[in-house]
């Protein structure tokens, strides 16, 4: 395999799956809300994750993509999808019960920033320089504004719900990093590495079975497009558009779809669901949005960390 990764994806291409990303990902927060109405939080992480391993084997079966043969990279890979897909997967359904969809969509929107601390401190794929500094510092702040702790009265379901979903935030940021690091270098096409990181992200939830899916369970149509959007669409055909992105673009730059993300899942919720935000959520949100924007801001300074 070649030592490093490299795209033949026009970049156009690339950005046309970068817009569509955000439109996918960021109205999911909105069919969750909607197939909660039928659904436990348990049985929609389920139902859509294995929606997406089997998206990924009908598509394995038409194209018969080659993939990795080494042990490790599927290792990486699998590591990968339990983090990336697996977990956060069943935070945000959980979280959706004592937070609405657009509140959701916020918390998502954090991922640019989480990715830059892990891809500088953890895993150091990349490094800061000032304006990446002074972007993940106005970034924090923002997510200090969003959780508003000057509104906690009690550490209840509403408290324990942002903090999943920001942990959730923080799942992605660490996956994708992970495979800029271990993965793309092994020059593995974003197709294979889509294939097993769904696939093992399903095979994780097939574990789980008896603890997401107790009891039984009443299903209508809107439901069913729900499922069928965010399993098919959300976990299937837009992991494929994502990596293929993140290997073109690297971590911070892909995880930047986050930001266009809340203005289709506030939209949505605002509009269709009635929805309502507290003041501090969108103006943290906008900060957030302008600590990334500070982020790509190119900057001729020497790299500070």
Known sequence: MSNASTSTTSPTLVLVKFLLLATLWGSSFFFIAIALNTLTWGQIAWSRVIAGGIFMIVLLLLTREKLPKDAGTWGHIAFAGVIGIGIPFTFFPWAQQYIAS???TIYNGLTPIMTAIVSVYLLRVEKFNRNQLI???VGLFG???IIGPWTITEFGGSFWAQIAALSAAIMYA???TWLKKYVFPRGVSSRAISI???GAAALFMLALTPLLTPGDFTIDWTT???ISIIGFGGTGLAYIWFNDVLNSWGP???SAVTYIMPLVGVFLGVVFLSETLHWNEPVGGLIVIMGVLIMRRK???PALA
């Open 102 to 104: 657009a509140t959701a």
């Open 135 to 137: 972007g993940v510092v």
């Open 143 to 145: 997510l200090v504004i």
């Open 174 to 176: 660490f996956s994708g």
């Open 196 to 198: 097993i990181e769904v």
């Open 224 to 226: 069913i497009v729900a």
């Open 252 to 254: 911070t730059r892909a």
């Open 299 to 301: 900057d001729k300074t």
